[in-house]
């Protein structure tokens, strides 16, 4: 598997984030409020993004992104297992995301599709749960 380095957002970084996230059609209106984690992800360079949302061990796996011209060569699948691997190391036990774009991508990566009346309480109230992400979109969840 590609190997790639992650690395944490400071604040000052997230408008390269919002960026890509504009362009991949994900929402990005809320970036810098509280309780998010986001990192980037580099081979030989910056090749996308990935975030975490939340408290507790329960979170959101959100703002998943490859830069375009890096889609196709294992990179997704890479970012993925990095960010869980990162998501293990702060003791996160469950990730739980929204998506109207990749479900058959995480689907492949162990991800199962979950019930949105079944989320935990504050997974559930996240705003990517209560506004952000259209009712049709899928939910899937991981245990780690
Ligand atoms: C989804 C995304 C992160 C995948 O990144 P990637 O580097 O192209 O993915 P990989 O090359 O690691 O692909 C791994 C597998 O998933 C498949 N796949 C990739 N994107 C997919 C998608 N959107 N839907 C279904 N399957 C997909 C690939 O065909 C590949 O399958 P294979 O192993 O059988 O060949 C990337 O397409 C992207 O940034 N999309 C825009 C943003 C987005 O939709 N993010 C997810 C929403 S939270």
Redesign the pocket.
């Known amino acids: 598997m590609t190997k790639l380095t992650i690395t944490p957002l400071e604040s000052s970084e997230l408008g390269g984030l919002a960026q890509a996230l504009d362009m991949?059609a994900?929402p990005n209106s809320d970036l810098a409020e509280p309780d998010r984690m986001f990192f980037r992800f580099d081979a030989d360079s910056l090749v996308?993004y990935g975030g975490l949302e939340g408290q507790g061990t329960d979170r959101l796996l959100?703002?998943?992104?490859?830069l375009r011209d890096?889609?196709?060569?294992?990179?997704?699948?890479?970012?993925v297992a990095a960010l869980e691997q990162q998501a293990r190391d702060l003791g996160i036990g469950r990730l739980h995301?929204l998506?109207t774009?990749?479900a058959?991508?995480f689907r492949?990566l162990g991800y199962t599709d979950a019930v949105r009346d079944a989320a935990p309480p504050a997974v559930a109230a996240s705003r990517e749960f209560t506004s952000l992400c259209p009712a049709s979109a899928s939910y899937l969840a991981k245990a780690l």
């Open positions: 991949a994900l996308g959100r703002s998943i992104v490859i890096y889609r196709g060569h294992g990179l997704g699948r890479a970012l995301l998506t774009t990749a058959p991508f492949a």
